[in-house]
């Protein structure tokens, strides 16, 4: 059964650090990895989808890597803004016809 | 981005009752999904759907039922509510956009009392 861990499970950091978000998954025969965020009471936004070819992707100040052999993958937050502020969700393939298994979460807030 | 809208937004039932929360979508996606949502536990697998009256279970479905009649319509229905049901529910879809990832419905806050 795949699981997911996400560390750390909350972080608060001041307004224009860097800042790194760790999952692992425990069966690394998956296909692709994808990066969600979710603001409070809201649903999810899908931040980056990685291929299981390809070690990184990008959008913005968002940058995404995979290392399957390793069972990792990291969110880079570059210049971070008090507007990143939200729980970001790391999912994998894994449930019932391919249904996401997710990790729990890292909460982030970022202090203006 | 694919249109996926869920109903209703907010329920509150009594225990015992029976209810339904509908998914819709509106590209035809084969795949559909349902999941709830729990503070301790995220987001775990209900049920799923990969077609037309093609359903079958997820991690923690008991005391859920499905029905897909229509490829656009994926329906969650709790026969008989409790207390521990109450969550927020989500709805998902697996697209391709030129590679599988998932897009999810802005989910339905359930309360049982």
């Known amino acids: 059964k795949q699981e997911v861990t996400q560390i750390p499970a909350a972080l608060s950091v001041p307004e224009g650090e860097n800042l790194v978000l760790n999952c692992s998954f425990t069966?690394?025969?998956?296909?692709?990895l994808q990066w969600f965020r979710q603001d409070p009471g809201k649903g999810l936004t899908s931040l980056l989808l990685?291929?299981?070819?390809?070690r990184e992707q990008t959008s913005g100040r968002l940058n995404a890597s995979l290392d399957k052999s390793s069972g990792r993958s990291t969110l880079y937050i570059a210049a971070s803004q008090p507007g990143d502020s939200a729980t970001y969700l790391c999912?994998?393939?894994?449930?019932?016809?391919?249904?996401?298994?997710f990790g729990k979460g890292t909460h982030l807030i970022i202090q203006p | 981005d694919a249109g996926i809208t869920q109903s209703p937004r907010h329920k509150v039932t009594e225990t015992g009752t029976p209810v339904t929360l509908r998914c819709h979508q509106t590209?035809?996606?084969?795949?559909m999904y349902w999941y709830r949502q729990d503070p301790g536990h995220g987001l775990r697998l209900i049920h799923y759907?990969?077609?037309?009256?093609?359903?079958d279970k997820g991690e923690v479905s008991d005391g859920y039922s499905v029905s897909r009649s229509k490829t656009e319509d994926f329906l969650l229905t709790l026969e008989s509510a409790t207390s521990s049901q109450t969550s927020v529910y989500f709805c998902?879809?697996?697209?391709?956009?030129?590679?599988?990832?998932?897009?999810f419905g802005s989910g339905t806050r359930l309360t049982v009392v």
């Open positions: 069966d690394s025969a998956i296909y692709n």
């Open positions: 759907s990969y077609g037309v009256k093609d359903t």
């Open positions: 999912a994998v393939p894994g449930g019932g016809a391919d249904g996401l298994t």
């Open positions: 590209e035809n996606h084969r795949y």
């Open positions: 990685i291929q299981s070819s390809q």
């Open positions: 998902a879809i697996r697209t391709r956009q030129g590679a599988e990832g998932y897009t």
